[in-house]
């Protein structure tokens, strides 16, 4: 049903507009522009203002032509780097980079879904239910453009967002939240061959710290991971500071907490048995979200997986997305798979098959919703 030709035109479109993280303007000018075109109301709010991006989230609305629940679907249109000039290469029925670049699949093979699929059900006349879309900036380091959406203005209360790898009928129903652990060891600046009993090693309070401390696979449910450590200059200096940013994640809110006291825990009895300092950064990045399993919406997508013929599978993530924030702010929302391998990599790629699934399967949510 849905026009498989131009659906791939209009995900190579996408890709080969430039869209890095706060530097979104050009791409969300091109889609309001063809969402206007293909029948939809279309506005950008100002939460670019709010974060640093040239653009805003663009917010797009369908009227119904039949009774039904709102859905919403949600996809984020910046990319990661390297993500300028990329340039399509099709084999086998595989979309590629050339090498040099990421893809952009992420995610704009949820855009590409979503807006096809709309298109056709304007176009065929399907009967659907009233629809919002929403495309997001500055998805990636942070979910700042979900953070910052105005949550009066929708009246969904179901949403899927297109953001996950893996074979369409993959559906994410949990995902894990996240802190973000940033420490300042500061210790005392000395001459380390003169009078190193006068300074404090910044970099031994660290280690101290860093070696008392369980990280990375901590259970099932839970991760943690030192990202960066800085600091020093020369060898004969006696460090004065060290910097450490971390991460903990979990499924569960108190083994989140656990652990995260766990980590700020080490670094101040390493601070004190050095005679030392620690400055503490912690912050929630995101919540955590679970929706059941018989969920109206998890057996919603199940029925228009079975309609499809495609295997659906329920599933848990380690990565957060925007999933977190619309489940946090009273949407009950859930992550589909839309053909993603490799993301984050310039060995991305999408089968074409997938990207046609993906589209097909948000007709039919639209559809079993209508
Ligand atoms: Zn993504
Ligand atoms: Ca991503």
Do not use: W
Request: glycine share 10%.
């Amino acid at each position: 049903m849905i026009n498989e030709k131009r659906l791939l035109e209009r995900f190579l479109n996408y890709i080969q507009i430039d869209s890095p993280t706060k530097d979104e303007r050009e791409f969300a000018d091109y889609l309001m522009k063809e969402m206007k075109e293909i029948g939809l109301e279309v506005y950008m709010d100002d939460a670019g203002e709010k974060v640093g991006s040239n653009s805003g989230n663009v917010i797009g609305k369908l009227k119904g032509n039949t009774e039904g629940e709102t859905i919403l679907f949600s996809a984020h249109m910046d990319t990661v780097s390297p993500g300028r000039g990329i340039k399509p290469v099709i084999k086998d029925g595989v979309i590629y980079s050339d090498g040099t670049t990421i893809l952009g699949g992420d995610d704009k093979a949820g855009i590409a879904a979503t807006l096809e699929a709309i298109e056709t059900i304007i176009e065929k006349d399907i009967p659907h239910g009233d629809i919002e879309v929403v495309f997001s900036i500055f998805e990636e380091g942070g979910l700042f453009g979900a953070k910052n959406l105005d949550y009066n203005k929708l009246n969904a209360k179901t949403a899927f967002v297109l953001d996950s790898g893996g074979d369409p009928g993959f559906i994410v129903i949990q995902g894990p939240a996240q802190n973000k652990i940033n420490a300042k060891f500061i210790g005392k600046e000395a001459h380390a061959g003169v009078a190193p009993e006068q300074g404090i090693s910044a970099i031994q309070i660290a280690a101290e710290a860093i070696s008392n401390m369980n990280l990375l696979r901590i259970d099932e449910e839970t991760t943690a991971n030192i990202g960066v450590i800085s600091g020093g200059e020369v060898t004969n200096i006696v460090t004065k500071e060290v910097e450490i940013k971390a991460e903990a994640r979990s499924l569960s809110d108190e083994k989140l907490k656990e652990q995260t006291d766990h980590m700020v825990k080490c670094c101040e009895e390493a601070a004190k048995k050095f005679g030392g300092k620690v400055e503490m950064d912690v912050d929630n990045a995101y919540g955590a979200f679970k929706v059941e399993e018989d969920a109206e919406i998890v057996q919603k997508v199940k029925k228009a997986c079975k309609n499809l013929g495609l295997e659906s599978v329920t599933m848990t993530t380690g990565g957060g997305s925007d999933t977190n924030i619309l489940n946090a702010n009273g949407i009950a929302a859930v992550n589909l798979a839309i053909g993603e391998r490799l993301p984050h990599t310039i060995d991305e790629h999408i089968y074409i098959k997938d990207l046609e699934n993906a589209t097909r399967l948000v007709l039919e949510i639209i559809k079993v919703y209508a």
